[in-house]
């Protein structure tokens, strides 16, 4: 387990006590948790175990069978989603390194999910718009964990892809608390300021943004 909770406001105890007491990580996550801590300050894109946990139990309670990630890291959040899709169910993975999700592959084939994953290496919005937009796709869910700038463009190639009901879920909306902080005004906090307005803005969806991990905004497409 991280030493730090991804929770900001959460004390360490806290965090350990209500990850114990939800559905914790089996010894394959806590596996994947460890070989990503080695990597040092970038481990700091892994999602927190409830937030995995919490993304598993939505993929189930929606019935997710298509989905799809923007930023899969090295695999935790994939794997979560992937054990919450219906059996036939499949999650497209979008993301830039190779060397990052090579320790996803390892984990996924471990896990018996690998065959529910299809990783496309690439731009992600390139990717996203290799799609039909509409019917055609109707991907159920869809997870949002990239490069803040992108957000926006992620938000409107999934959202006109997403079927009505569907659900998008958003990372890092609060940005360790930053989004309300007037001296922040580096490019990264701006940038999330900007696609929280956006989303708070979009009659398409009704939006929840949750004090969970680093924040996640959950939005159902009406």
């Known amino acids: 387990m991280a030493d730090d909770p991804k929770s900001f406001f959460l004390s360490r105890e806290v965090a350990e006590y209500l990850?114990?007491?939800g559905t914790p990580p089996d010894p394959l996550q806590r596996r994947l948790i460890e070989e990503t801590a080695a990597l040092g300050p970038v481990s700091r894109m892994q999602i927190a175990p409830e937030q995995g946990a919490l993304m598993t139990l939505l993929a189930k309670l929606i019935n997710a069978r298509y989905a799809v990630e923007v930023g899969t890291f090295t695999g935790y959040s994939a794997?979560?989603?992937?054990?919450?899709?219906?059996?036939?169910?499949?999650?497209?993975?979008c993301d830039?390194?190779?060397?990052?999700?090579?320790?996803?592959?390892?984990?996924?084939?471990?896990?018996?999910?690998?065959?529910k994953i299809e990783l496309r290496l690439g731009p992600a919005v390139e990717t996203l718009r290799s799609f039909p937009a509409g019917p055609e796709t109707a991907w159920d869910l869809a997870f949002i964990d990239a490069d803040k700038?992108?957000?926006?463009?992620?938000?409107?190639?999934?959202?006109v892809r997403l079927r009505p009901g569907g659900l998008v879920m958003v990372d890092n909306v609060l940005w360790s608390g930053r989004v309300v902080d007037p001296s922040a005004t580096d490019d990264d906090?701006?940038?999330?300021?900007?696609?929280?307005?956006?989303?708070?803005?979009?009659?398409?969806?009704?939006?929840?943004?949750?004090?969970?991990?680093?924040?996640?905004?959950?939005?159902?497409?009406r």
């Open 19 to 21: 990850v114990a007491h």
């Open 79 to 93: 794997l979560c989603l992937a054990r919450g899709l219906a059996p036939d169910g499949r999650l497209l993975c």
């Open 96 to 115: 830039v390194s190779e060397e990052w999700t090579a320790i996803a592959r390892r984990y996924w084939q471990e896990a018996g999910v690998d065959g």
């Open 149 to 159: 700038a992108g957000y926006p463009l992620y938000w409107e190639e999934i959202l």
């Open 189 to 221: 906090t701006e940038a999330i300021r900007t696609f929280n307005d956006l989303v708070a803005a979009d009659e398409r969806v009704d939006a929840v943004m949750l004090p969970v991990s680093d924040g996640l905004t959950l939005a159902r497409k």
